[in-house]
């Protein structure tokens, strides 16, 4: 074991080396047990990991040098790319082994999963360690037994907050980017999903430890439909490397969101009615056989309207948010079709799937609803081969610049497509 000062102190300025924290109104001092002394500095910024002190080590295992295993794959996976995802592949492959940062931006739905395989049994053929990590638990809990599925040799790890899964020195680890505080120079390559997506994309914090948990000799792939402007901005310069993705593996176009008034939906909602342009197309959908999928702004407004929708007959139903501690239960029996009708907050704008679903967004004008929100949401629909179309519809109190970023960004990625031969004609 070796181990690294906790706080380091030089020339005045300040740096907590477990969470990256260097602001000086974080840190405090206070009378210390271990060190008996009575002002030692301390790190508010992680304390809710415990506290962290000036006179702290934190201790790690030093990596082994990385040496060529004797298999040539540890891939069991048979399925076939589609001619967007093979370029996408090989461009992923390729950074891993030029130890080159690479963006991956592909559209919602055109596999980036399958994207990384390749990559990934290359770190693995050639004896290093890798992290698949989101900033969403969501996201870890639906790819975690997917990988295992195509790497059923290689010992995994599942991390997040509750996790019941304990670290012990595994080659392949999955976790949430909170998870990456724990790492030091443990990984060969990071893969970091959903990288424009709260907290990742809000917190500095995150990005330092994911810096932290990967080898100075190694390199990050992020993954992401979204990227922010700064990234869009960086790829049309040549400032960053990219490769992108802009149709499907189904070859079928994205679908397109609709933007539909409903006028002043909150005084409605004081009233105790929702609005009969969106009651019919929730109506006529369900009728149809197909499951809806409701978006609200507000955990608030979204009770209120499941509770009119459940008074009009529109049931069974359910509702999840961020802190419903059954929401795991309750995606499960949305795809099984138990239910037919959710309602969510943006929670769900990612990482699920739900075969056939109509997408509906109430109160699309409301700020949560960001541009990479509102294509993340309009993901959710045409996903399956089987069901590549479906209805995207913003209901709003006016046009948001968020909406039309978003129709703008989903209409440049089908001509994108169209353009380079990944899409059918319709």
């Not at 932290?212 to 792939?221: D, E, N, V």
């Not at 959710?342 to 739900?354: D, M, P, Y």
């Not at 997408?359 to 590549?388: D, H, M, N």
Request: hydrophobic share 40%; glycine share 8%; proline share 4%.
């Amino acid at each position: 074991m070796q181990f690294v000062e906790a706080i380091r102190v030089t020339e005045n300025k300040k740096l907590c080396f477990r969470c990256g924290n260097n602001r000086e109104e974080l840190f405090f001092r206070s009378p210390c047990s271990r060190c008996n002394t009575e002002e030692c500095l301390y790190c508010r910024n992680c304390i809710l990991m415990g506290k962290i002190t000036e006179c702290s080590k934190l201790f790690f295992s030093p990596s082994t040098t990385s040496t060529r295993n004797q298999r040539s794959t540890y891939l069991a996976w048979k399925g076939e790319l589609s001619l967007g995802q093979r370029a996408a592949s090989d461009k992923v492959h390729q950074a891993v082994k030029d130890k080159e940062d690479l963006l991956l931006w592909a559209v919602a739905g055109s596999g980036k999963t399958e994207m990384m395989f390749k990559g990934m049994n290359e770190v693995l053929i050639n004896g290093g360690r890798l992290c698949v990590a989101s900033p969403r638990v969501d996201v870890c809990l639906e790819l975690f037994p997917r990988l295992q599925q195509v790497f059923p040799d290689v010992g995994m790890v599942c991390l997040y907050g509750d996790s019941a899964g304990v670290y012990n020195g595994e080659r392949f680890v999955v976790a949430t980017t909170h998870q990456l505080v724990r790492f030091y120079e443990a990984f060969d390559v990071v893969f970091i999903d959903e990288v424009d997506a709260f907290p990742y994309a809000k917190d500095p914090f995150l990005e330092y430890a994911v810096q932290k948990a990967q080898l100075s000799t190694g390199c990050s792939i992020f993954i992401t439909a979204t990227p922010d402007r700064k990234w869009q901005k960086e790829c049309d310069r040549g400032m960053r490397n990219f490769v992108k993705v802009p149709a499907r593996y189904h070859r079928k176009q994205l679908p397109v969101p609709k933007k539909v008034w409903i006028g002043d939906w909150k005084k409605g909602l004081q009233k105790g009615n929702v609005s009969k342009i969106t009651t019919r197309w929730i109506k006529q959908k369900l009728s149809e056989g197909c499951p809806v999928l409701l978006f609200f702004p507000e955990i608030k407004v979204m009770l209120q309207v499941a509770i009119i929708l459940e008074k009009m007959g529109f049931g069974p139903l359910l509702t999840v948010h961020s802190a419903d501690s059954e929401r795991k239960e309750k995606v499960q029996q949305m795809r099984d079709g138990t239910i037919r009708l959710l309602c969510s907050t943006t929670i769900l704008e990612r990482g699920v799937t739900f075969t056939n679903v109509q997408v509906g967004v109430f109160g699309s004008e409301g700020r949560i609803f960001t541009e990479s929100a509102l294509v993340q949401i309009s993901g959710r629909a045409g996903r399956k081969i089987e069901y590549p179309r479906g209805d995207v519809l913003f209901f709003h109190n006016g046009v948001s610049k968020n909406m039309a970023l978003a129709i703008s960004q989903i209409k440049m990625m089908n001509k994108l497509g169209k353009r380079q031969g990944l899409l059918d004609e319709e």
